[in-house]
Nanobody
Framework: QVQLVESGGGLVQPGGSLRLSCAAS????????MGWYRQAPGKQRELAAV?????STTYADSVKGRFTISNAKNTVYLQMNSLKPEDTAVYYC?????????WGKGTLVTVSS
C-alpha cells in the first residue's frame, strides 16, 4: 500500500501563487509516476500535471506555463503561479505503482478576491 498526504492548499487572490506538496510513504517501491489531479465543483476530476520517475512531465493545457511539477525523494510538488478563479478545486495527489492508482485525500485551493 502507498499512502499519500497532501499539504499547501488554501485561499489565494487571483494572480497569486501556492505550492502544494505530497509525501508518499509505505510500500513505495518502483512508483511509476506521481502527479496532481483536480476536481472543481460540479466537474469531473482532471489531470493537472504528472511527473514520471524518469523526470518526464505532462501538463494540462489549462495550466501550461503557470504550474510546475517537481519531485524530490518521495515527495512531489506543484508550484502554481498566476492563479485564476477557474483553478479553484480540490487537488488530489496521485501515484501509480504496478498499474495501481493511489490517491491522497485532497487539499482545497480557492482562488478568489
Amino acid at each position: 500500500q502507498v499512502q499519500l498526504v497532501e499539504s499547501g492548499g488554501g485561499l489565494v487572490q487571483p494572480g497569486g501563487s501556492l505550492r502544494l506538496s505530497c509525501a508518499a510513504s509505505g510500500n513505495i517501491f518502483r512508483l511509476a509516476s506521481m502527479g496532481w489531479y483536480r476536481q472543481a465543483p460540479g466537474k469531473q476530476r482532471e489531470l493537472a500535471a504528472v511527473i514520471t520517475t524518469g523526470g518526464s512531465t505532462t501538463y494540462a493545457d489549462s495550466v501550461k506555463g503557470r504550474f510546475t511539477i517537481s519531485n524530490a525523494k518521495n515527495t512531489v510538488y506543484l508550484q502554481m503561479n498566476s492563479l485564476k478563479p477557474e483553478d479553484t478545486a480540490v487537488y488530489y495527489c496521485n501515484a501509480i505503482q504496478f498499474g495501481v492508482h493511489y490517491w491522497g485525500k485532497g487539499t482545497l485551493v480557492t482562488v478568489s478576491s
